[in-house]
Each structure stands twice: as structure tokens, then as C-alpha cells.
């Protein structure tokens, strides 16, 4: 409902009604069809669909949902950061970016956070070494002979088609991985936070220091990857104590590092965010990550 206290003016609009969807495409179909005026991060698909029509406006923000690989550091078959290593080796960055993002993204570099002013672009950049990956795999003892579960979910667009590609890259190095979809309210319930290998997906392309806090530092509740690393918890300390602006940039320097070098996540790529609307809507953000739902402005004609 409008809040005419809002610090920011009063809303233009007397209500807004959001309604949850089962799957991105379910939204989509929705916005396609006439049944809502505004569908949040539809995909690159809808976004094209809707492009050829003068009934409906494409809002387009780029690199702003992550699509990510987690991989259990604390224990099971990818506790070995040789074996992490391997994996993220066995991925083709610009083959995911292309076909499950459809070109609407950017290659990735396994540290969350690509948004940051401090993000680090010095790192070099992760390409495919299948030689390699088989080298450290072998290092590390890791059983080939094995299938393993990659739990995920409808969720985000594209999530589902990211890790069927994954299973077929990382085969080229002889790991057998079975994709398990499940139901987003079972996933929640069963498998996040939990299972050793699974997606996840973030609608905001943030800040090294927010992802680090959600996601990594030993203390939060909801660390994906059940990542325990001294040397990362001492830069999260720093990070949040600096004094100065250098201070703060060598500890989240080293936050990037770490996760590059041995954390639990694959970040193979970004996902652009595509909002589809009816032209009837006007005043929509353009701002990335949650910034999307920031409709204050957002107005209705006749």
C-alpha cells in the first residue's frame, strides 16, 4: 500500500500486488500473456520474446544474478581443494555463458562479488584445462568411478540447464555427475546448506564483503559451502575494522583470493537481469540485485 511518509515522495501508485510463481516461466508466461504488468528476472528467452512487441517494454541490467556450483569443503568427495580446483578447471566459461545465458552475461572468475568497486581483476582469469584438472584429480585420489548427486532447482532462469551442461563438461575429465531437480521448497528443506554438491542462485550482484558475510565467514548460519578458513575469517575481522581505505582494500583483497584458490563455489559466469513489462508501465528501476523491486516511482497509463 502507498505510504505517503515514504522519505522519498509518495509512491505514484495506490498499491501494488505481487504475486509468487511456481518457475521463472511460469512468470514469464504470465507477463507474456496480459496476466501481470511487471515479471522480475525472466531471462534472456522471454527477454527476446518480448522485445519484438509493442504491448510490452525489456528492462535489461547487466550482470546481476549468479548462478553458482557449491561444493562442500568441510568433508565428502570435494573437501580436497585439488579437487575444487579440477572442477572449476573442467568448466567452459564462455559455453555456459553462451548457451544457458543466451549471450545476455559474462565470464566469471570463482570469487562472488564481480559488482564491487575493489572486485580484483588481477587474478588471472580461470580458462579450461582438462589436462590439468585430470593431473590434480589423480593427486588428489578422487574416485572416478563414482557417480555424484548435483542437487538443484527451478529457481532461477536457467539454473536447471546450467548444471545439465556442467554434468557434460566435467565428464570430459571422467567425473560422472547425476543432476537431481528437486522441488525449490524441498531443496530449502533438505538440501541446502546440507548436501555436498549443489546450486544456488543469487539475485544480487553485490559486494565481496556482503557475499563473504552471507555466505563464507565461519560464523554466519548460512555458509553454503560449510567453509571453515581461518586466514578468510581474519580478513572478514580486518575488512570490517579497517581504518583506512587501504587497510580495507588488502583484506578484501584477500577475501577474493582465497576464494579463487581454494573456496567452495564455482562462479562460472553472470547472468544479466531481464525484466519484462507492460508498456503501460512506466518508472521502472534500472538499479541491479534487489534495487529491481524499488517500484516507488512506477506509475500506470490509461
Known amino acids: 500500500m502507498r505510504n505517503e511518509t515514504w522519505y522519498g515522495g509518495a509512491p505514484r501508485l495506490d ?9 521463472p516461466t511460469a512468470m514469464a508466461n504470465a507477463v507474456l500473456t496480459g496476466q501481470i504488468d511487471l515479471a522480475s528476472n525472466v531471462g534472456a528467452v522471454a527477454g527476446r520474446t518480448a522485445e519484438g512487441r509493442s504491448d510490452l517494454t525489456v528492462v535489461r541490467r547487466p550482470n546481476d544474478v549468479v548462478i553458482a556450483v557449491v561444493m562442500r569443503t568441510s568433508g565428502g568427495p ?8 579440477a572442477l572449476r578447471l573442467a568448466t567452459d566459461r564462455e559455453a555456459m555463458v553462451t548457451q544457458v545465458a543466451s549471450g545476455y552475461g559474462s565470464v566469471a572468475n570463482d ?7 575493489l572486485y580484483d581483476k588481477s587474478l588471472p582469469q580461470r580458462r579450461r584445462d582438462l589436462a590439468r584438472a585430470r593431473q590434480l584429480l589423480a593427486e588428489a585420489g578422487f574416485d572416478t568411478g563414482a557417480t555424484y548427486p548435483l542437487v538443484t532447482k527451478e529457481e532461477a532462469v536457467g ?25 525449490a521448497n524441498t531443496f530449502y528443506d533438505e538440501t541446502w546448506l546440507q548436501a555436498p554438491f549443489y546450486t544456488v ?32 575469517d581474519a ?34 559466469g553472470m547472468v544479466d537481469g531481464v525484466d519484462v513489462a507492460s508498456s503501460t508501465v512506466s518508472g521502472l528501476p534500472t538499479l541491479g540485485g534487489y534495487g529491481r523491486v524499488q517500484l516507488e516511482k512506477a506509475w500506470l497509463s490509461s
Open 78 to 85: 570435494f573437501a580436497d581443494p585439488r579437487v575444487r580446483e
Open 201 to 232: 542462485n543469487w539475485g544480487t550482484n553485490d559486494s565481496v564483503i556482503f557475499f563473504a558475510s552471507k555466505t563464507m565467514y565461519s560464523g554466519t548460519k548460512w555458509n553454503e559451502t560449510d567453509f571453515h578458513d581461518p586466514e578468510f
Open 111 to 117: 570469487v562472488l562479488g564481480v559488482g564491487d568497486p
Open 15 to 23: 498499491a501494488i500486488e505481487v504475486t509468487r510463481f511456481d518457475s
Open 159 to 183: 539454473e536447471v540447464d546450467s548444471v545439465k551442461l556442467f554434468a557434460t563438461q566435467v565428464a570430459d575429465i571422467g567425473v560422472t555427475v547425476d543432476v537431481v531437480v528437486q522441488d
Open 235 to 268: 580478513a572478514y575481522t580486518a575488512a570490517l575494522s579497517a581504518a583506512d581505505d587501504a587497510s580495507y582494500t588488502a583484506a578484501s583483497t584477500t577475501l577474493q583470493r582465497i576464494q579463487y584458490e581454494r573456496g567452495g563455489y564455482i562462479v562460472w
